[in-house]
């Protein structure tokens, strides 16, 4: 990336400057949510920072294990580690001032001839892609913090259940089973489908943020249309163990994981035109939701549930595939945005999600949002597919291949 080579290799200080534009690449916070963060809002444990933003809006940000470790660096080797001074400073000890942003700003316009021409600013990095990408050598994990970050969130890589977390839960009767991921490639692609205002662009930042959580690169894309409370949605996200290239949106063919919140919307034929044969499993919930045409008049008919599977499965039936009524398992947590979540968790325990579950109830209480209430979707979605799922006769489960970082 151009501009990550200018900010890391000219100026006065590009430690500080590179470290900055990696900041504002992952988190896109704000300039001033920059200047108002403290060493005690670095949790190096969780790989999360603590944003004081416009407003008074505070926000727990997950950031990869590479910044993190570089932001610690950065914290011993100007000024100690004091909580209460600033995160960022200068050689001298001194609190980074408001002027560097556009110092960098210039510095890079005068490098970089598009630059200057589009007259790009440092703000405008909160509003392109914010995927921990490795932006050079420099970010590179190192030295001790890598390689526990790394120890500590496999990713995509190893058993996930081989952990004292998980035992405890199993004795708790939280988890029934062990789950099992059966794609075998360091890098996987979700489509979420439903409808607007139950919470499709929710399940896409959890699964970002549980990505994000196990050391992955993650980019995503919200396709909210004109209307975003009862219209179609989509949510495009893509992990990967290295860096990502290309769009955020996946194209023809590149869907791993089709996560069908509703499955009218899921069985549109521009949405289904990401699935491939002997690529693609199918996580969808058959639960009813009538259109706003079906409400006004009575004579237009809802299709029937093996009409939608058969559209969705255009390509091809897959024994891994999942079409159950969430609504109805959830009982009394039967609202949409629950059932959502129980999708989560049939696609982890199923194997065709390559999150480690730990991970996406990580996210879940980082959202803060009907916590307790998301983590029993979540769990039930799970004991649904050892219980039910796994049991019918028509349901084959393969060997699993574990991905690999």
């Known amino acids: 990336m151009e501009l990550a080579e200018v900010a890391s290799t000219t100026g006065n200080d590009p430690e500080l400057d590179a470290l900055m534009f990696r900041l504002h690449l992952e988190t896109a916070c704000r300039r001033g949510g920059t200047l108002a963060l403290r060493v005690a809002d670095l949790n190096s444990t969780d790989c999360l920072l603590q944003l004081h933003e416009k407003g008074g809006t505070v926000r727990r940000q997950p950031i990869s294990p590479s910044l993190t470790h570089h932001l610690l660096d950065h914290v011993r080797t100007r000024g100690g580690t004091d909580t209460t001074t600033a995160l960022l400073r200068y ?3 001194k609190a980074m001032g408001r002027r560097r942003f556009d110092y960098l700003s210039q510095r890079l316009r005068e490098h970089l001839p598009w630059a200057q021409a589009l007259q790009f600013s440092i703000h405008w990095l909160r509003h392109g892609e ?22 500590d969130r496999p990713g995509l890589a190893g058993n996930h259940f081989h952990d004292q977390d998980h035992r405890r839960r199993q004795r708790q009767g939280g988890e029934r089973a062990h ?10 692609t979700m489509r979420v489908t439903g409808v607007g205002g139950t919470g499709v662009v929710t399940v896409a930042q959890v699964l970002a943020a549980a990505g994000a959580r196990a050391g992955l690169k ?19 996200v893509r992990l990967s163990t290295s860096a990502i290239a ?3 949106k996946i194209g023809p ?29 199918a996580v969808v919930s058959t639960s009813v939701t009538p259109t706003g045409t079906m409400v006004t008049d009575t004579r237009t008919e809802y299709p029937s549930r093996q009409t939608l599977v058969d559209r969705i499965e255009w390509a ?3 024994p891994e595939n999942i079409f159950v009524d969430a609504r109805a398992q959830l009982g009394a947590l039967g609202e949409d945005q629950y059932a959502n979540i129980f999708l989560l968790g049939a696609a982890v325990q199923a194997g065709v999600l390559p999150i480690a579950p ?27 597919v050892t219980e039910v799922w796994a049991g019918s006769g028509d349901t084959a489960r393969p060997d699993a291949v574990v991905l690999t970082a």
């Open 91 to 93: 050689r001298n000890g």
């Open 130 to 151: 914010i995927a921990g990408r490795d932006l050079d050598d420099r970010f590179r994990d190192g030295g001790d913090v890598g390689r526990r970050a790394r120890r």
């Open 179 to 188: 789950c099992r991921p059966v794609m075998a490639t360091a890098a996987a």
């Open 218 to 236: 993650v980019t995503g894309l919200d396709q909210l249309g004109l209307a975003q409370k009862g219209g179609a949605v989509v949510s495009d």
């Open 246 to 248: 290309g769009s955020n």
């Open 253 to 281: 063919g590149g869907c791993d994981l089709y996560l069908g919140c509703d499955a009218l919307v899921a069985a549109s034929q521009q949405n289904l035109a990401v699935i491939a044969p002997d690529r693609t499993y």
């Open 316 to 318: 091809g039936s897959r």
């Open 358 to 384: 730990e991970h996406i109830e990580w996210a879940l209480e980082l959202n803060g949002v009907q916590v307790s209430r998301n983590l029993d979707a979540f769990r039930l979605g799970r004991r649904y």
